[in-house]
């Protein structure tokens, strides 16, 4: 038997010495990277993980190896200064925005990585918003600051200004780019220096020599922040005004009490890749992050009396967790990524799924490190496990004591904008390829899968044409599955823009009994967003309350397979006012069909429209580039929102339809010789124009 490694050995550990982190940021900006680092430094591996060499620890699948992209959020445990640090490193690609939203669901704080030269991206507000939602604490990390063009008062000037954050600047830079060495802690006023010799990063200087050039924007620094930190705390605030010196050690506090509060954001700088600047990370995960202790309590539902509850986040509460991951995994079956809340949870014993009603056996318990895992026989409070064992669970299922019940909030997710045709290769596989993608499914709740029944093709959907391109090389690879796809296809969704009353009547009859079915409709439009409602507004027992639900079923199936295009029709108030019924033939399938036949005569005198997902393009060009694009972009029918000045290229915004951008890539290297490259996520959905609606229509017609 393999002997435990120190992480298993040195597990339990006080809750106030736990952290949990999740390193995030925009895509190429360094946080795998980041992240080896850390685990290097904490003596977590032995070596350092290289992207471009395949290397990684994190980034273990071959999918994420070749492409140099993380694609699933991976997790692992280390330790700095005894305390214990769970980080989950997240993927910084649109299409993968599942995996940050859950991982974020579930850490006490972030780790937030810009690159010095880009400032704030695109995705970097995704990921803010996403922190902001689920009130994450978090520092900042200005990374590359090696790079051409690397601009750290810029980039904190921008962390500011486009994500509303109040930065507290910790550290000074030693110059940039080239000459970029160290930096300068502004609370100590220690001067870090990392020895050019060696490579690793892990010998560095620690003196208190400023260099002169230095040494007034280094005062002024330290004087901002410490009148930042006073700001947040009274006591120290009048120590402040009245002149009194501010120990380190009462700023440091005061800080991390106004971390975890929100109103201040700790930011740090180095370079990752030249493995300078990193240490001093470690050191702010541990010093300003809250711990579950600092959290206190998780706030749920009880699912019996529908009153909110809460739990100390201790290891003598009640249990709770919530699994915020599904990983099938060939070798153990299905892995359930679990954040326990309160309470212990030992191998071999029971956990009530409260979103199922279903009591499981937890019949093995394993710490993560990426793909690799260590069996444990307990879990405590603040631990980040995987179960192996609960067969019902999916992701934001919440786990706890049948006799004590609390349901947590779940994890909300973007709805699919891109789809395609997928079929196996041979018949014989089809039932094979039905399993596989439930299989992929119960992972990724971004992926969607369903049967078109008037071409009897399968269809699937996700967050981007690399989402589905990753999903199905998994499928060829892990799964053995070899299938044919056709050409990803935008997500269209029908609305109406006016209200309308119709009916529906279903009459047969045949030689025994007959089927009636007879219900009244009214349509109205909802807002954008709003997707569907089904109001029941039967009085006086037209339609027996036994079939309406019958009626609502059949609304549903008609709204799901489209009126006009065959697309999903949504944003939309469905209420069944009236109807009528037969005393013998009146039937669920009766009331069923009547529900359908309503929809369909109802919506054609709604107005019916189509809806487009509309993208949020940012396409970075050399400025002798800028009209030709903007110029390609408007013949798309894309709408410039503006464009700004970045170091050595212009970032043109604008939103256009997803539609128009099929093979984007291709047209803008064209365009820009090369040098161009764009970023794209899901904005909203807008109406498709009339005349573009009109030519659909012909065509299907």
């Not at 260099?211 to 330290?222: F, G």
């Not at 295009?565 to 009766?590: F, K, M, N, R, W």
């Not at 109406?687 to 229509?697: A, D």
Request: proline share 4%; charged share 25%.
């Amino acid at each position: 038997m393999a002997q435990p490694s120190a992480i298993t050995k040195n597990r339990v550990v006080p809750i106030d010495k736990i952290r949990n982190v999740g390193i995030i940021a925009h895509i190429d900006s360094g946080k795998t990277t980041t992240t080896e680092r850390l685990l290097f430094y904490t003596g977590r591996t032995y070596k350092i993980g290289d992207i471009d060499e395949g290397n990684t620890q994190m980034d273990w699948m071959p999918q994420e190896r070749e492409r140099g992209i993380t694609i699933v959020s991976a997790a692992t445990t280390t330790f700095w200064k005894d305390m214990r640090i769970n980080i989950i490193d997240t993927p910084g690609h649109v299409d993968f925005t599942a995996e940050v939203e859950r991982s974020l669901r579930v850490l006490d704080g972030g780790v937030v990585v810009f690159d010095a030269e880009e400032g704030v991206q695109s995705q970097s507000e995704t990921v803010w918003r996403q922190a902001d939602k689920y009130k994450v604490p978090r520092i900042c990390f200005i990374n590359k600051m090696d790079k051409l063009g690397a601009n750290f008062e810029a980039t904190v000037e921008e962390i500011k200004t486009r994500l509303g954050a109040k930065p507290a600047v910790m550290v000074y830079p030693i110059g940039k780019e080239q000459d970029f060495t160290g930096v300068i802690d502004l609370l100590s006023l220690k001067v870090l220096v990392w020895d050019q010799d060696d490579s690793q990063g892990v010998k560095f200087s620690v003196t208190d020599k400023i260099p002169a050039d230095l040494e007034n924007k280094v005062q002024a620094a330290r004087a901002q922040l410490l009148e930042s930190i006073a700001e947040t705390d009274d006591a120290l605030l009048n120590k402040y005004l009245s002149g009194e010196t501010i120990s380190a050690a009462e700023a440091k506090q005061a800080l991390r009490k106004a971390t975890i509060a929100y109103k201040l954001i700790p930011i740090f700088c180095g370079t990752s890749l030249r493995n300078k600047g990193v240490q001093p990370i470690l050191d702010a995960i541990v010093d300003y992050l809250p711990s579950p202790m600092d959290l206190k309590q998780i706030k749920g539902v009880n699912p019996k009396t529908k009153t909110e509850e809460v739990r100390e986040l201790t290891n003598d509460e009640n249990f709770s967790a919530l699994v915020f991951k599904i990983q099938l995994d060939p070798h153990v079956g299905k892995i359930n990524y679990t954040r326990i809340y309160s309470g212990t949870l030992e191998s071999g014993s029971y956990v009530y799924n409260i979103n199922k009603g279903k009591q499981e056996r937890v019949s093995r318990l394993l710490l993560m490190h990426a793909n690799q895992r260590e069996e444990i026989d307990k879990a405590y409070a603040g631990e980040i496990v995987a179960l192996v064992g609960p067969k019902e669970s999916r992701t934001g299922d919440t786990l706890a004591d049948q006799n004590n019940p609390i349901l947590l909030e779940q994890i909300s997710f973007p709805e699919p904008v891109i789809s395609l045709a997928i079929e196996p290769k041979t018949k014989a596989d089809q039932e094979k390829l039905s399993y596989t993608l439930q299989r992929l499914a119960e992972e990724d709740p971004t992926f969607k899968v369903k049967i078109n029944h008037e071409t009897n093709q399968t269809i699937i959907a996700g967050m981007g044409e690399l989402h589905l391109e990753i999903l199905v090389d998994r499928m060829r690879r892990e799964m053995g599955m070899d299938v044919n796809v056709g050409k990803p296809q935008v997500a269209y969704k029908e609305t109406i823009t006016k209200a309308a009353d119709g009916e529906g009547k279903y009459i047969k009859q045949t030689g025994g009994h007959g089927q009636y079915g007879h219900c009244l409709i009214k349509m109205e439009p909802l807002g954008r967003g709003e997707g569907v409602k089904f109001l029941n507004k039967i009085k006086g027992g037209s339609i027996p309350s036994e079939f309406v639900g019958s009626v609502e079923k059949g609304v549903n199936e008609a709204l799901e397979k489209g009126v006009l295009l065959g697309y999903p029709v949504t944003d939309i108030q469905v209420t069944l006012y009236d109807g009528s019924y037969h005393e013998v033939d009146s039937s669920d399938i009766a009331f069923k069909i009547a529900g359908s036949m309503a929809v369909t005569a109802t919506a054609r005198r709604a107005g019916l429209t189509l809806l487009e997902p509309i993208m949020k393009l940012e396409v970075t060009v050399p400025e002798e580039f800028m009209g030709v694009v903007i110029g390609d972009i408007s013949s798309k029918r894309g709408k410039i929102l503006g464009s700004e000045k970045r170091s050595r290229s212009v970032v043109i915004k604008t939103n256009a339809p997803l539609a128009e951008l099929s093979g984007y890539a291709t047209a803008l290297r064209s365009l820009t010789q090369g040098r161009g490259f764009f970023y794209l996520e899901p904005s909203h959905y807008e109406e498709v124009p009339q005349n573009i609606l009109k030519n659909m229509v012909e065509k299907k017609v």
